[in-house]
Structure formats: C-alpha cells, structure tokens
C-alpha cells in the first residue's frame, strides 16, 4: 500500500485546513487508518483515528472538539478536516494505514507540513 498525504500548508491561528490521504495498491479499505503527527523536538503522536468502516473515531484530547477524521473508501482516501488551528498544531502531519490483527501501523506516507502562525 502506498499513501500519499497532501493538503498542508501556512495558515493563521484560528483558520482550517483539510488532508487528504490518498491510498493505492492494497485493501485500503478493509484497514484502521490514523492521522500522526510530529513537531520539531517533539516524539510523534496520534492525533486521530478511524475504524475501517468508519463507525469508530478516536481523538487525542488535544484536538477532540476541532479535528474531524472521515473516510471515502469508494475513493481509498482518509481526510482530517483540522479547524480553529493553534500555533501548536504546527507539525508534520502523517497519514498511516494498519491492517487487521497487526498491533502497528505498517504503512506510511510521508508526511506534509501544517505551519500555524499566531
């Protein structure tokens, strides 16, 4: 499977952005797919998270309330709609796909910027 992430860039503290994921070459949508990020000096973190269907959500506490996770399988593509951008959202922004049973992400794109300036 191969994942593209695209859709960051510069934005002003209170502003939105989407991302888009695109997936080819798997059953993308028969995978768990995640949203991470990381910022300089920083470990990388789970920001949200979306079951194969789309039934079930999981948001990190600091972006519950202002991030979005959606799904489009019928397009292989996960989003994350990211509103009320904080300068402490600022990070590189990955996409990630697990298959079922495995207890790890095993595909990765490669990141994209999102630069929140205050």
């Known amino acids: 499977v191969q994942l593209q992430a695209s859709g960051g860039g510069l934005v002003q503290a209170g502003g939105s952005l989407k991302l888009s994921c695109a997936a080819s070459?798997?059953?993308?949508?028969?995978?768990?797919a995640g949203w991470f990020r990381q910022a300089p000096g920083k470990e990388r973190e789970l920001v949200a998270r979306?079951?194969?269907?789309?039934?079930?959500?999981y948001y990190a506490d600091s972006v519950k309330g202002r991030f979005t996770i959606a799904r489009d399988n019928a397009k292989n593509t996960v989003y994350l709609q990211m509103s009320s951008l904080k300068p402490e959202d600022t990070a590189v922004y990955y996409c990630a796909a697990q298959t079922p049973s495995s207890p790890v992400y095993d595909y990765w794109g490669q990141g994209t910027q999102v630069t929140v300036s205050s």
């Open positions: 070459g798997g059953a993308f949508s028969r995978y768990v």
């Open positions: 979306i079951t194969y269907l789309g039934s079930l959500t």
